[in-house]
C-alpha cells in the first residue's frame, strides 16, 4: 500500500475485555515496530519484527500483550484483560530492512480503556 | 537499566533563535535516531546517526553523535514556524531493544 495503516482509529473498551490492534505495513517492507505513546509522553518500544524471525517480547510490558505477524506482513497487538493503563496511542512502524533504517508510521490507534 | 535521557522537556524560542535538544545514555549505543512529530501528528523519521563522532546536516537541522556513542544532539538554526513540534530521539542497544527519549517540545513564536 501507500503507507502504514493501522485499524481500529479508535477503540473504546470496558476494564477486563481483550482487543486486538492491526498493523498493515508498507508493502516488501521486512521489519516492523509496535510502540505506544501515552499522552503527552514519549514513545514506548513494545516489540520489534524482523521478517520471519521470532521477535523479541521483552519490550512488551506485561504477560497481557502479545503480538504476532503472520506471513512476514500483517501484524496483530492483543492485549488480554485490558487495564486504565493501556489507554493510549499505539503505533505501529514499518521499515525496509530494519537495523535502524527509515521508519514509516502509521497514524495509530487510539486506545481508551473505561 | 537502559535508558534514554532528553533535555529539555520544553523549550519556547522567537522565531529566528536557535535551538538544541539533547540525549543522554548511561552506556553505548549502537546507533541513534531523531524523530519529528507535529502537534496531532504521528512521529516522522529524520535521521540516523551510526559512527562515532558522526555529524549530519538536513538544511538548517545538525545532527551530532558523540564520541563515546552515548550522547547526540540536535541543533536548529534560525526556527521557524514550520519547525513546532515535539523532537525524539531514539537509542538503539540491540536490534530489539530501542529507547525513546521523552522528547522535546519546541513552540516557536513568530
Known amino acids: 500500500g501507500a503507507g502504514v495503516s493501522q485499524s481500529p482509529s479508535n477503540k473504546v473498551t470496558e476494564k477486563g475485555k481483550d482487543v486486538e490492534l492491526r498493523c498493515d505495513p508498507i508493502s516488501g517492507h521486512t521489519a516492523l515496530y509496535w510502540y505506544r505513546q501515552s499522552l503527552g509522553q514519549g514513545l514506548e518500544f513494545l516489540i520489534y519484527?524482523?521478517?520471519?524471525?521470532?521477535?523479541?517480547k521483552s519490550g512488551l510490558p506485561s504477560d497481557r500483550f502479545s503480538a504476532e505477524r503472520t506471513g512476514g506482513s500483517v501484524s496483530t497487538l492483543t492485549i488480554q484483560r485490558t487495564q486504565q493503563e493501556d489507554s493510549a496511542v499505539y503505533l505501529c512502524?514499518?521499515?525496509?530492512?530494519?537495523?535502524?533504517?527509515?521508519?514509516?508510521f502509521g497514524p495509530g490507534t487510539r486506545l481508551l480503556v473505561l | 537499566g537502559q535508558q534514554v535521557m532528553q533535555i529539555p522537556q520544553y523549550q519556547h524560542v522567537q522565531e529566528g533563535e536557535d535551538f538544541t535538544t539533547y540525549c543522554n545514555s548511561s552506556t553505548t549505543l549502537s546507533n541513534i535516531q531523531w524523530y519529528k512529530q507535529r502537534p496531532g501528528g504521528h512521529p516522522v523519521f529524520l535521521i540516523q546517526l551510526v559512527k562515532s563522532g558522526e555529524v549530519k546536516k538536513q538544511k538548517r537541522l545538525t545532527f551530532q553523535f558523540g564520541e563515546a556513542k552515548k550522547n547526540s544532539s540536535l541543533h536548529i538554526t534560525a526556527t521557524q514556524t514550520t519547525d513546532v513540534g515535539t523532537y525524539f530521539c531514539?537509542?538503539?542497544?540491540?536490534?530489539?531493544?530501542?529507547?525513546f527519549g521523552a522528547g522535546t517540545r519546541l513552540t516557536v513564536k513568530p
Open positions: 531514539a537509542g538503539s542497544y540491540n536490534n530489539n531493544d530501542m529507547r
Open positions: 512502524a514499518s521499515s525496509g530492512g530494519g537495523g535502524g533504517e527509515t521508519q514509516y
Open positions: 519484527f524482523q521478517g520471519n524471525s521470532a521477535p523479541d
